[in-house]
């Protein structure tokens, strides 16, 4: 199996984009990840993925909170940023954000959810973290989504 031709079939899947936050022990913590969803209403439960060398998965580790940020259309810039190899706290620097549950949450997000790990869970290259929701709000706007490899919307900019 040909890894880069699975990255284009699965490149397919448009996605949203989010950035997952934690607080680790020098601060906040965040990366960028489309591999997040719903996993159950009874209770409230979010699954994602987070691969097993990402800083960040420290931080959820030592915490045992998270929070997903629904991005923005507008914020495509925190996306690159979030996904790149700096410091978090390049990463985080001017970047307008409040503390929920524990966990920095961005400003300008569409939607925000944050919650206590209950499973870290093996999946390959990545680990799989179950959180029980305890806080999310969702102030709406254009969604940034990740379709054939480039960021766009659902408006087709």
């Known amino acids: 199996m040909d890894v880069v031709e699975y990255r284009t079939v699965m490149g397919q ?18 990366l960028t990840t489309n591999a997040f969803t719903s996993l159950s209403l009874e209770p409230l439960l979010v699954l994602v993925c987070l691969d097993r060398t990402a800083r960040t998965l420290a931080a959820v580790e030592s915490s045992r909170k998270l929070a997903v940020n629904v ?17 978090h706290a390049e990463k985080f620097d001017g970047v307008s954000h409040r503390e929920m549950d524990g966990v920095p949450i961005l400003d300008g ?6 919650g206590e790990v209950r499973e870290l869970l093996p999946g ?10 305890t806080s999310f709000d969702a102030p ?18």
């Open 109 to 114: 997000v569409v939607a925000w959810l944050a």
């Open 140 to 157: 709406g706007g254009d969604p940034l989504v990740f379709y054939g490899g480039r960021y766009g919307s659902l408006a087709g900019g």
């Open 124 to 133: 390959g290259d990545h680990v799989i973290a179950v959180a029980e929701v």
């Open 13 to 30: 899947f448009a996605t949203g984009v989010t950035v997952v936050t934690s607080a680790g022990p020098e601060g906040p913590a965040g």
């Open 71 to 87: 991005l923005a259309r507008s914020q495509e810039e925190l996306a690159v940023t979030f996904a790149g190899k700096t410091s």
